[in-house]
């Protein structure tokens, strides 16, 4: 098992800042990659990005490209998405995720294995 904690969510401006953070605790050490999935009212869950524990490896999704950053301290089960230049169409509740089978699965929804509570952020315009 494996326990998910998010934390940093909020209300920013539009072109402000926030950043997420997700810890894991529990039986990690198996696991492949830690991703960060999207939210919006009525809208499916949407992939944002995601980074292999080993390595350091990263994946984006269109939309935030050149705009968020993931990162981990693998020392503290943690990995971050720092979001900038923020707008109104990332509204969401932001969820981490661990997926223990292939990296090639990083944008699947259905592949990961754990998920975490979900924490919100609302950009105003």
């Known amino acids: 098992q494996v326990q998910l904690v998010e934390s940093g969510g909020g209300l920013v401006q539009a072109g402000g800042s926030l950043r997420l953070s997700c810890t894991a605790s529990?039986?990690?050490?198996?696991?492949?990659?830690m991703g960060w999935f999207r939210q919006a009212p009525g809208k499916k869950r949407e992939f944002v990005a995601a980074?292999?524990?080993?390595?350091?490896?990263?994946y984006y999704g269109d939309s935030v490209k050149g705009r968020f950053t993931i990162s981990s301290d693998n020392a503290k089960n943690t990995v971050y998405l720092q979001m900038n230049s923020l707008k109104p169409v990332d509204t969401a509740v932001y969820y981490c995720?661990?997926?223990?089978?292939?990296?090639?699965?990083?944008?699947?929804?259905?592949?990961?294995?754990?998920w975490g509570q979900g924490t919100q952020v609302t950009v105003s315009s």
């Open positions: 995720a661990v997926l223990s089978s292939s990296w090639i699965f990083i944008t699947s929804e259905r592949k990961y294995d754990y």
């Open positions: 980074i292999r524990w080993s390595g350091g490896s990263t």
């Open positions: 529990g039986h990690t050490f198996s696991s492949t990659a």
